[in-house]
């Protein structure tokens, strides 16, 4: 499975971004692999508009099957989305990507 975490930073201590298509960045855990990659989602956090739905776009891109992220993900950015087959959750504001793992593994996100 590969899960993209909205992300402040690179690493599993970094913080779950609050929001999705302005996020600093995303990291995809290819649980397979076991390993992390960071994606920057900078052009992304400045645009003017359509940020959720390129930030969707992307994120399909990398073959994501589960996103994680803090806050919501707006409707367009959800549609995208939803149409590529991700599941989206929700309830990690303050923690880190690590901690936002173990409570997806343990079943304990919101998914909407």
Do not use: C
Request: net charge neutral; charged share 25%.
């Amino acid at each position: 499975m590969k899960i993209v975490f909205t992300s402040t930073g690179k690493e599993w201590d970094s913080l779950v971004d609050s929001v999705f298509g302005r996020a600093v960045g995303f990291i995809l855990y290819d649980e397979e692999k076991d390993k992390l990659n960071w994606f920057s989602n900078n052009e992304n956090r400045h645009a003017g508009h359509g940020a959720g739905i390129q930030a969707g776009q992307n994120v399909a891109g990398l073959g994501a099957d589960v996103v994680i992220t803090g806050g919501k993900v707006g409707p367009k950015a959800f549609d995208v989305l939803k149409k590529a087959g991700i599941m989206i959750y929700s309830g990690t504001s303050n923690k880190t990507v690590k901690e936002a793992f173990d409570l997806f593994k343990k079943g304990e996100l919101i998914a909407y």
